[in-house]
């Protein structure tokens, strides 16, 4: 069990980039969680994969916030047109589907300029 | 929409001591998980210990223990013989047990100091 991964770790970017992060879940999870914490708060849900189908999105994930798992393996999320808003850290969490606990990744910490 | 509340924004404790970290939420359901994770300086998430509402019994993890209160909605966390490693910030987290409603929803964190 080598925990869930996500990739990279930190990221600085220029306001109006589009960047993309990278999540592997742990091998037999099937289901995968993206969340997204600011300083000092709790991480907030964006969205969720049940293998590779997209269940459930939040309000927070506007239309500029793409997410996939293509394969029902790893996912990415992509921000297009970043905002100095989207400054924050990016977590991502697996679980198995019959369980009932997530398991958290380091995060990506995105800094926009 | 439920919602998970930690009225307190920081916690202090002496090492080897107790300390007890509140949480209380709103819900409709009757039947879901409550949770307790911690996230050391280093910012990885750690699962302290869990509960399932429907279950009368407190959970128990080695030093950390729970006091659930469905009626009050109140989801408290007890630490015993307090070490330094336990310093982090501390999320209660709620998560429905529908099928639909996976997501967790975090209360605002709790600072937990140590002192030697």
């Known amino acids: 069990d080598t925990g869930v991964s996500q990739n990279p770790r930190h990221k600085i970017t220029k306001r109006g980039q589009n960047v993309t992060f990278r999540c592997d879940p742990i091998?037999?999870?099937?289901?995968l969680y993206w969340y997204r914490q600011t300083l000092g708060q709790g991480p907030e849900f964006l969205t969720y994969f049940q293998n590779e189908a997209q269940l459930e999105k939040s309000r927070l994930l506007s239309d500029r916030f793409s997410a996939e798992r293509p394969k029902g393996s790893f996912s990415t999320l992509e921000i297009q047109r970043t905002e100095q808003g989207d400054s924050a850290m990016y977590l991502c969490?697996?679980?198995?589907?019959?369980?009932?606990?997530?398991?958290f990744g380091p995060g990506t910490r995105l800094t926009v300029l | 929409a439920q919602t998970v509340t930690q009225s307190q924004p920081e916690m202090s404790v002496q090492e080897a001591e107790t300390v007890t970290l509140s949480c209380t939420y709103d819900t409709s359901e009757s039947d879901y998980y409550l949770f307790w994770y911690k996230q050391p300086p280093s910012r990885q998430m750690i699962l302290v210990i869990r509960?399932?509402?429907?279950?009368?019994q407190n959970a128990t993890e080695n030093r950390f223990s729970v006091n659930f209160q469905k009626a009050a909605k109140s989801f408290s966390l007890k630490i015993s013989d307090s070490q330094l490693g336990d310093a982090a910030m501390y999320f209660c987290a709620y998560r429905s047990s529908r099928a639909s409603g996976s997501r967790l929803t975090f209360g605002e964190g709790t600072q937990l100091t140590v002192n030697p």
């Open positions: 969490a697996s679980r198995a589907g019959s369980a009932d606990t997530q398991y």
């Open positions: 091998s037999e999870h099937n289901r």
């Open positions: 509960q399932e509402a429907y279950k009368q």
